[in-house]
């Protein structure tokens, strides 16, 4: 089946981890998608993954003034539309204890979290109310929702994401215009190499999960924000979706 057949969405942070498992749902419901990551070696092999798909790289610094206009113009140019945004890019300097959290690493979490969130929201807003509506899916975190030790900017740079979710939800809902978050807790290239460091700490952690194990990105955190994308959602904004095993529960 391709419920996405047709549609155009743009992710950020495409080349690896949660990112890039979206891009694989994504192409497999049928989706176009501009694949945009700062990491240009690291987004040209994963574009290689996908010659056989509709999938447009886009090598972009969210951080750069004036980015986000221009991310979503080569999606319009690419496609001739853009149905969907998906705001996965994240960086961070942590962990580091909440006391020796510097300006810079702030700022890091800041500018490419919730600034480019919020820019790229405003950038596409436009295309969406012309053609009629569009869904926005921005990527939140435990860590902020229920707070993690050492993730003091990190947790903080996902809250504000996800307060602006709530707002825009509300106010574009009449031109049918869905903002949702997913807050995912998943198997990514950073949590491998934590479990390489540190097994003991990581099977106690895994353990902890409800459900046993953390998400595969493409099998169990993906296909949610796809549904999020989709028409099966067509009543759903503002939300708050825990993509975490059960870990969280919602607060």
């Given at each position: ?86 705001n996965n890019a994240i960086a961070t300097n942590e962990p580091k204890p909440f006391s020796e959290i510097t300006r810079e690493d702030y700022d890091l979490v800041f500018d490419v979290g919730p600034r480019a969130t919020f820019e790229l929201m405003q950038a596409v807003y436009p295309v969406f109310v012309e053609a009629g509506g569009g ?117």
């Amino acid at each position: 089946m391709t419920p996405l057949a047709g549609r155009a969405v743009i992710v950020t942070g495409a080349a690896r981890g949660v990112g890039k498992g979206i891009v694989i749902a994504l192409t497999e419901r049928g989706a176009s998608v501009l694949a945009v990551d700062r990491d240009a070696d690291l987004l040209g092999a994963t574009a290689a993954e996908f010659a056989d798909h509709p999938v447009v790289p886009l090598v972009a610094d969210l951080r750069e003034p004036g980015i986000a206009r221009r991310i979503v113009s080569a999606a319009t140019d690419a496609f001739g539309a853009v149905h969907g945004l998906v705001n996965n890019a994240i960086a961070t300097n942590e962990p580091k204890p909440f006391s020796e959290i510097t300006r810079e690493d702030y700022d890091l979490v800041f500018d490419v979290g919730p600034r480019a969130t919020f820019e790229l929201m405003q950038a596409v807003y436009p295309v969406f109310v012309e053609a009629g509506g569009g869904s926005i899916v921005n990527l939140g975190s435990g860590s902020g929702t229920v707070g993690l030790p050492m993730f003091g900017a990190y947790g903080a740079a996902k809250e504000a994401i996800r307060g602006m979710s709530k707002v825009a939800a509300l106010e574009w809902g009449r031109r049918n215009i869905r903002v949702n978050v997913v807050c995912p807790y998943a198997e990514t290239e950073s949590i491998r190499a934590w479990r390489e460091m540190d097994s003991r700490t990581y099977e106690r952690t895994v353990r902890a999960v409800p459900l046993g194990r953390l998400g595969d990105v493409a099998t169990d955190i993906a296909p949610v924000v796809c549904f999020l994308l989709g028409d099966d959602a067509a009543f759903v904004t503002g939300q708050t979706i825990m993509a975490d095993g059960g870990t969280a529960g919602f607060r």
